[in-house]
T-cell receptor, first 116, second 116 residues
Framework: AQSVAQPEDQVNVAEGNPLTVKCTYSVSGNPYLFWYVQYPNRGLQFLLK??????LVKGSYGFEAEFNKSQTSFHLKKPSALVSDSALYFC??????????????FGQGTTLQVKP | DTEVTQTPKHLVMGMTNKKSLKCEQH?????MYWYKQKAKKPPELMFVYSYEKLSINESVPSRFSPECPNSSLLNLHLHALQPEDSALYLC???????????????FGAGTRLSVL
């Protein structure tokens, strides 16, 4: 069965410092991986995706993610955190058994708190 | 434009009421999704429509009844709900192709439902 894990419930970082939000995955075959962000009382916003190709994926709002096949990880990173980056972050993998429906399997989420 | 519009934003209903949630997108997407999300938890998939036909029902109770009247609209009809059904209901849409490149799901802001 496919799954993603986000080992940290919360990550705290000071504004201006680099941030990392961790995600590991377990899939059979090639993974299709996504990061979404959710601000309070809002829907999920797409940040970036990995399908194939370069292991460093660049996304919205200065975020990037590094795909590491040997470690089965897809960590989200940003060189310099902003207070406005404080939100709930979800890693997700596409369920390859879902044919054309694009069903996503989400991690449990990581709350990012950026302090001034 | 990557907008998915959900109405209403908030809904309070009694356990005997009948209400409907509405979702609309004009991105030409032919897959649409309903999710239920509890606070600080990942979204839980409820239904998937592909080309206006129901393709996935994640064993959702019959008090939730989805409808896809056309390629731009998705409704969720609610009847005889329970207090534990109180949650944020999210709609999403995507291209239903088998290639992962197009399977980015775009989410609406959600309807906050309270069942009294």
């Amino acid at each position: 069965a496919q799954s993603v894990a986000q080992p940290e419930d919360q990550v705290n970082v000071a504004e201006g410092n680099p941030l990392t939000v961790k995600c590991t995955y377990s899939v059979s075959g090639n993974p299709y991986l996504f990061w979404y962000v959710q601000y309070p009382n809002r829907g999920l916003q797409f940040l970036l995706k990995y399908i194939t190709g370069d292991n460093l994926v660049k996304g919205s709002y200065g975020f990037e993610a590094e795909f590491n096949k040997s470690q089965t990880s897809f960590h989200l990173k940003k060189p310099s955190a902003l207070v406005s980056d404080s939100a709930l972050y979800f890693c997700a993998v596409r369920d390859i058994g879902s044919s054309n429906t694009g069903k996503l399997i989400f991690g449990q989420g990581t709350t990012l708190q950026v302090k001034p | 434009d990557t907008e998915v519009t959900q109405t209403p934003k908030h809904l309070v209903m009694g356990m005997t009421n009948k209400k409907s949630l509405k979702c609309e997108q004009h991105m030409g997407h032919r897959a649409m999704y309903w999710y239920k999300q509890k606070a600080k938890k990942p979204p839980e998939l409820m239904f998937v429509y592909s080309y206006e036909k129901l393709s996935i029902n994640e064993s959702v109770p019959s008090r939730f009844s989805p409808e896809c009247p056309n390629s731009s609209l998705l409704n969720l009809h609610l009847h005889a709900l329970q207090p534990e059904d109180s949650a944020l209901y999210l709609c999403a849409s995507s291209q239903p192709t088998s290639g992962g490149k197009r399977n980015i799901q775009y989410f609406g802001a959600g309807t906050r439902l309270s069942v009294l």
